[in-house]
């Protein structure tokens, strides 16, 4: 079963735009993280941010985590076409599991 | 520093078959698991090894078995294939220390059953 769930499931924006991506998540958490996969290949991780943060920033990246709502928010500021990937959250599920979301489908049109 | 190795890449096998998959972690890195990734169910985790124990289990059937090496190696199988194990199967490894959670993802193993 999904502990995340992202919304929209595709994104489609045009290049220099900005895409924000929600994620609501079922139970507590000690930390939240964002992975990116291109195209049917491997993830690569973005960003963590804990539990006790509301906030984090990593170059284009900002994300933003309510826990009271159970959600979090990933932004990508000035979009460019290498961001076209599909992008995931994931919270942990005890030692190294993690339960990934459905994942939202970003598309960068030139 | 190399990344997490995946082999093979791509396999085609046929119903009732068995297959096996190799992963090599990074350098250091003693926790190695294996995802499955479909586009009806998403990613989901099969199980995770560290320190050759098994450490956590997803809910798979037992055609579906792992194990580690003394060099933190892990290989996957998968017996008496069915075709909805078609499937990108991901491995990713961690140092393994407890906390943050950060996995470094291989490029995947797709498989294909006919």
């Known amino acids: 079963s999904q502990q995340g769930e992202e919304d929209p499931q595709a994104l489609s924006i045009q290049e220099g735009e900005n895409a924000t991506m929600n994620c609501s998540y079922k139970?507590?958490?000690?930390?939240l993280q964002w992975y990116r996969q291109n195209s049917g290949r491997g993830l690569v991780h973005l960003i963590l941010?804990?539990?006790?943060?509301r906030e984090k920033h990593s170059g284009r990246l900002r994300v933003t985590l309510d826990t009271s709502k159970k959600s979090s928010s990933l932004l990508i500021t000035a979009s460019r076409a290498a961001d076209t990937a599909s992008y995931f959250c994931?919270?942990?599920?005890?030692?190294?599991?993690?339960?990934f979301g459905q994942g939202t489908r970003l598309t960068i049109n030139p | 520093k190399a990344g997490v190795t995946q082999t093979p890449r791509y396999l085609i096998k046929t119903r009732g078959q068995q297959v096996t998959l190799s992963c090599s972690p990074i350098?250091?890195?003693?926790?190695v698991s294996w995802y499955q990734q479909t586009p009806g169910q998403g990613l989901q985790f099969l199980f995770e090894?560290?320190?050759?124990?098994?450490?956590n289990k997803g809910n798979f059937p037992g055609r579906f078995s792992g194990r580690q090496f003394s060099n933190s190696r892990s290989e996957m199988n998968v017996s008496t294939l069915e075709l909805g194990d078609s499937a990108l199967y991901l491995c990713?490894?961690?140092?393994?220390?407890?906390?943050?959670?950060?996995?470094?993802f291989g490029a995947g193993s797709r498989l294909t059953v006919l």
């Open positions: 090894y560290f320190s050759e124990t098994q450490r």
């Open positions: 941010i804990r539990s006790n943060e």
């Open positions: 350098s250091g890195h003693r926790s």
């Open positions: 990713a490894s961690s140092p393994g220390a407890s906390g943050a959670n950060v996995l470094t």
């Open positions: 994931a919270t942990g599920g005890g030692a190294q599991k993690l339960v």
């Open positions: 139970t507590s958490i000690n930390n």
